[in-house]
RNA sequence: GCCGCUAUCGUCUAGGGGACUAGGACGCCGCCCUCUCACGGCGGAAACCGGGGUUCGAAUCCCCGUAGCGGUACCA
């Protein structure tokens, strides 16, 4: 099996994309096949370096390799212009000075039951000469067979007056040459595939195997753009997501196992994945899902490898103890640093969590209680410090969190945090007091004759 | 306009003629756990786009309609 994954550089690699490209590995890899990867950079204006670089950084994240490749589709030029002289002299291809306009008039005029037909003209683009009578067939892996009577097709154009051929020429010629035997893409090329076809019945070559995935939408339904949040895989990777978890969520848009798993590894989805799992209907991404979905390998990583993944991500070290006392609590990467960077960077400042716990009323004293008990613990251990402050709960007959609460706002800054003992152990007596008298000093200034 | 694809809870889906009082998951709601936030556990609300057929029987097959999407470029 040889498949392919085939961006066009116009953008950076969006998540549809992304899920097709996983799709082309994923059987690749599960049938011991070839991924060629190749870049359909034909479009000059559009293509550039920049986004080459990006898919291929996506990809890389991702931990998508491919075999061969990357071939830039620009580069086989000579190639194309070799087929397209063939497709010239054997009459399956002419040249037509007709312009969409024209073509548009002709439509206009023909009703809608002809396609266009253009003239053999000395110059002009190159158009494929599509028969009048009979139907191309378009079998597919995933829909079925598809049939596209010739009546409804114009002669498309396959190349630029120029010479230079334009995508559904130079796919369907790129695709042959590299021997795919499974073309895997977006059902918006669906529509597109009798052109190709019909471009190497012309030469005479056997067609691959098609499969045309559902496209992915956004959260309105509507297609997939720039204007989502998270539409692209640079996005979902500073979103604080793990490579792991998006090729989980983005397999299961469009494919599912027989029985209700939702959580793969990459190697059970390997194993399992199969076209014919893969439905017909369009899905939606929706990042809460992810969410759960990353949340859950995430906790499946060990403390040392989320560790790793979290300094890699915040770009700081140092970061393991915190870690230990925050892993249960995030989804993603990227919640960890609001609820842990207090520990490094000292407290956040919020006014309302303040005004909750320590403004005014009963809160300070009962913050003072805590540090005279934190104070004493011997040795400053969890189960020390858990002593302590229940025994402070205990003496106050008070409910626990009217003591944790003012301690965490002095600790943190704010209501949430990891658990209070653990916060606390992991500070250290020193610091732990340290906040809770600069708490303490905020709160209730001193009377001036109180010294 | 024309050509084509698609249509089950809000979302992802299971279902491929009787096993369907339509199952699971995310999300949502309630309860439990609980020092906050999460995690976890338990429970709940929530769907077969509409209309015709075919059949003893239709979520499942066929037709029509509707809607969404794609294509209709000298873009990919």
Known sequence: MRVRFAPSPTGALHIGGARTALFNWLLARGSGGTLVLRIEDTDRERSTLENVEQILDALRWLELDWDEGPVSQAA???????????LIDAGSAYRSTATADDVKAYK??????RGFRGEDEPEGAIRLRVPDEGATVVSDAIRGETVFDHVHLDDP????????VLYNFAVAIDDADAQITHVIRGEDHLSNTPKQLLVLEALGVEPPLYAHLPLLHGPDGRKLSKRHAA????????AGYLPAAVRNYL??????????TAILSTDELVRRFSLAGVGNAPAQ?????????????????????LTAELEAFIGRTGLGPAVAIAAEKIQTLADFWPLCGFIYDGPADDPAAWAKTLGADV????????????????????AEVEAALRGVVERAGVK??????????ALAGTTVSPGIFETVALLGREETLRRIDAALARTAPAPPDAA
């Open 400 to 409: 626990p969190a009217q003591i944790f609460q003012p301690l965490r706002v």
């Open 363 to 382: 809160g300070p004293e009962r913050l003072a209680a805590a540090r005279e008990a934190l104070a004493e613990a011997q040795p400053f251990e969890l």
């Open 251 to 260: 397999a299961l848009l469009g494919w599912g196992p027989d029985d209700d």
């Open 108 to 113: 206009q005029s023909h009703g809608a039951d």
């Open 285 to 305: 991404f929706d990042e809460r899902k992810l969410r759960w979905v990353n949340g859950r390998h995430l906790h499946a990583l060990s403390h040392a490898e």
């Open 76 to 86: 086989r030029a000579e190639r194309h212009r070799e087929v397209l002289e063939t």
């Open 231 to 238: 539409a692209s895989v640079q996005e979902l990777r500073d």
């Open 157 to 164: 154009v396959i190349a630029r007056a120029d010479g230079s």
